[in-house]
């Protein structure tokens, strides 16, 4: 059975606890059990976030050094210059612990708590290229990749051209709220090295719409299959974003979410990749300049899609909702945004009728339900779910969220946990028995469940940012935790 978080954390230390020997005179009597080294390696594995633990663990005997060691080099961070600093002057190329290293998470570097006139400096002075440079020739086997806008200015064109070049493992990017014109214009000289789409416009008649055509390219980066250009304002949809998702054919997880693309890049998507068939993780949230149509068209198309967002700016319509929710991937989805999308009955009665087997978190802010009894209704009848957005609802008021809670409880068979409403209907409103208010976090606020065993905690229930590298919600950076669950 799961268990909250901490909880688990603690769990898991007490299970390690006895076989963390200390040198002194109190234990040198101490026997280790004689486990199987299955079994161990699964006990570390729980272990892999608490990096204290398990550095202890691997000061016990060789078999624990063993067994830990691997887990404790798989994902290496830096939070401040003096760590990265001590890291890249300690690498003097490959070695065992560097060969070990999967996931190289940069997201998380911050100089908070540094004088502010020398923060900028000083990281400039530390985290340079070539410094990545030297780290990533140093970790042949590096599968992920994760960086924040805190340290863009040390991604130049070298260094990208190095970690797709030397790091032919490597199946996951991050680039999460990279948008200075420094980096911008790495991107564009990587994707000239790679090699650019030619895009061609025509018409069949003189009164037909403008069609465009591609020319084929050999993808040279076909390895990479999840990226995540969260919030990269300024990079442009032709001259980058457009080549670069050709060089990666076969996408998993694609996070293009407030990103300046178009339908072209859904057209490309469906008629010049692989993702119709790969794809299983979506996010075009916050697109302004995709339109209904476009969604339609392209989603409509996936056939293995478990994680659709759609949030945001572009109001999908009724008719396009229906087509997505009919679509093949459409029973196989366990999460699904289209909030502030032309939400009404009709659509609600697709998700029910499409997708109640599977989904678990859904996301309907500022739908068009017009009574509470038609939510209570549609909620009821669908029992896997876990988490659901009503902010904006216009139906719901004070006295009527109440008896929705009242109804929900009466289900034994309803899942429900979590329910994200506007902050203004929240202030009003009086907890129910098992239920509570939790306190805004970041611009988001929770109805949600006080018994918790298994759940988590509010706040970290549904994310607006693909997790592409699947480091968890509780180990991601802060900076990656305020893109995913703060706004």
Request: net charge neutral; with cysteine; proline share 4%.
């Amino acid at each position: 059975m799961n268990v909250p978080y901490q909880k688990k954390l603690l769990i898991e230390r007490e299970i390690a606890r006895p076989f963390i020997i200390k040198a002194s005179n109190n234990n040198k009597n101490k026997q280790i059990p004689n486990l199987p080294s299955e079994l161990i390696r699964d006990i570390f594995f729980h272990l892999k976030d608490d990096k204290k633990t398990l550095s202890a663990c691997t000061l016990v005997n060789h078999t624990f050094n063993l067994h830990a060691t691997p887990i404790l080099y798989q994902t290496v961070t830096f939070t401040f210059p003096n760590t990265f600093v001590l890291f890249a002057n300690a690498i003097s190329g490959e070695s065992y612990r560097t060969s070990l290293i999967k996931h190289l998470d940069l997201s998380s570097f911050s100089t908070f708590g540094l004088q502010k006139s020398h923060s900028e400096t000083e990281t400039q002075k530390s985290v340079t290229p070539q410094a990545l440079i030297n780290i990533l020739k140093s970790t042949p086997m590096l599968e992920a990749f994760s960086v924040s806008e805190s340290l863009e200015s040390a991604i130049t064109i070298d260094v990208l051209r190095t970690l797709v070049s030397e790091c032919r493992n490597l199946k996951s990017l991050d680039f999460c709220g990279c948008s200075s014109k420094q980096f911008n214009d790495a991107m564009k000289d990587l994707v000239k090295s790679l090699g650019l789409v030619q895009i061609v416009q025509f018409q069949t008649s003189a009164d037909s719409d403008i069609e465009y055509g591609f020319q084929r390219l050999q993808p040279l980066l076909p390895h990479i299959k999840r990226l995540s250009l969260h919030e990269c304002l300024t990079l442009s949809e032709h001259e980058t974003i457009l080549p670069l998702l050709a060089h990666m054919p076969n996408i998993t997880h694609l996070d293009l979410g407030g990103c300046s693309i178009s339908d072209l890049t859904l057209e490309f998507l469906e008629t010049e990749t692989n993702t119709s068939n790969t794809l299983l993780q979506l996010s075009l949230a916050k697109c302004k300049n995709i339109t209904s149509d476009g969604i339609s068209r392209f989603v409509s198309q996936c056939n293995r899609l478990e994680n659709l967002n759609l949030y945001g700016d572009t109001m999908i319509s009724e008719w396009d909702l229906v087509t997505i929710l009919s679509s093949p991937s459409a029973e196989s989805l366990r999460s699904l945004d289209i909030g502030f999308s032309h939400i009404t009955q009709r659509v609600l009665n697709a998700i029910k009728k499409h997708c109640s087997s599977s989904l678990q978190n859904l996301g309907l802010a500022n739908a068009e339900i017009t009574t509470p009894a038609n939510l209570s209704t549609f909620l009821i009848s669908m029992p896997q779910l876990q988490y659901i957005d009503l902010s904006n609802i216009p139906c719901l008021n004070p006295l009527n969220t109440n008896g929705l809670m009242f109804k929900l409880q009466k289900d034994s068979n309803n899942q429900l946990h979590t329910i994200e409403m506007s902050e203004s209907l929240l202030k009003k409103i009086q907890a129910v028995k098992d239920w509570k208010i939790d306190q805004n976090y970041g611009r988001r606020w929770y109805y949600a469940k006080e018994t918790r065993i298994g759940i988590p905690q509010a706040d970290r229930v549904h994310n607006r940012k693909l997790d592409v590298v699947g480091t968890g919600e509780h180990a991601m950076s802060k900076i990656y935790q305020y893109y995913s669950f703060g706004v």
